[in-house]
């Protein structure tokens, strides 16, 4: 089941898409339309039908360009309910993306939706899909289920399995070597003993399947590979290690990571700094890290993440 950032990026970048702010150029509904209007609201209406082989019916009303694609939406109210992009000049398809009701999914199609609400069945959660977003590149085209509280599985369409997914599950369904894991890596930033947690999360990853155990109320939150046990993140608001020049980074951290990570970061470089927002260790053919601060004035030490 895991896989790509890459994909989950590309559908939070749609699915949650907010209006562009600044396009370099746009075109809509409160002017007659333009015969170069009329053309690519038609071949964004056949693309989407046509790469998605549903029969819907978009308001293609806007077009964005810039040097890279021509940007056709169509939206509802502040949502975009759909966007193709072609090449700038050309009605060739690059990429397509629309949003459908469930019940409009025609029934060879209902197969992807068992599919997504198989991926939750561990989670011990009944849900109901009241909506999907298709999307369509040169490389990938996929199905993706949400419900109201954010969680998703993403279904690769060629093959109808599920490729990308952030679940929800109860705390105590979580393998107790991954809390007690969490625990210790939280313990040696914060100095720290009663730690808990009310949230846990799982999630696909390139490397792994991942736990992301949070305490949403103590703003503090560990990743660790499901499979491996590997802490990938830790974040907890304190001021007990500091930094504030570049050449503190490595004695500083170097104990923390190695406790933490277990990986020792002898023969790094760190970069960044105050302008940064904190430090990135680099070291040629092992694991980069990625050291947040709080205060940038006091240089405390919030968050280590291996990139």
């Known amino acids: 089941m895991a896989k790509g950032l890459i994909t989950c990026g590309l559908l939070l970048g749609f699915f949650w ?36 082989g549903i029969q819907k019916t978009f308001p293609f009303r806007e077009i964005e360009k810039d040097a890279d694609s021509y940007s056709v939406q169509a939206k509802d109210h502040e949502t975009r309910e759909a966007i193709v992009t072609f090449k700038p000049g050309t009605t060739e398809v690059l990429t397509v993306f629309a949003r459908f009701a469930i019940n409009e999914l025609p029934k060879p ?69 991954i809390i007690s894991i969490a625990q210790t890596a939280l313990m040696r930033l914060s100095n720290e003993k009663n730690l808990s947690f009310t949230q846990a999360k799982k999630r696909s990853d390139e490397r792994e399947e991942k736990w992301l155990l949070i305490n949403k109320q103590k703003k503090y939150d560990v990743m660790i590979g499901a499979n491996t046990g590997q802490v990938y993140k830790v974040s907890y608001e304190t001021d007990n290690y500091k930094i504030k020049a570049l050449n503190e980074v490595i004695p500083v951290t170097k104990p923390l990571i190695q406790d933490i990570f277990g990986i020792d970061i002898s023969g790094y470089t760190a970069y960044g700094g105050r302008d940064w927002g904190g430090y990135i260790l680099r070291s040629p053919g092992k694991p980069s890290f990625s050291i947040q601060l709080g205060n940038l004035d006091v240089g405390d030490i919030n968050r280590i993440e291996i990139e």
């Open 17 to 52: 898409m907010k209006p562009f702010s600044a396009p370099a150029e746009s075109t809509s509904s409160a002017a007659a339309l333009t015969p170069e209007e009329q053309m690519y609201f038609a071949a964004a209406q056949k693309a989407v039908q046509d790469a998605s």
């Open 109 to 177: 199609y209902h197969t992807y939706v068992e599919t997504a609400r198989e991926a939750f069945k561990d989670t011990k959660q009944q849900v109901t899909f009241q909506k999907t977003s298709f999307f369509k590149s040169k490389n990938q085209a996929y199905f993706s289920f949400w419900t109201e509280d954010k969680q998703y599985v993403i279904v690769d369409l060629p093959t109808n399995k599920v490729s990308d997914f952030t679940l929800y599950y109860n705390l105590e369904d979580v393998d107790q070597k």
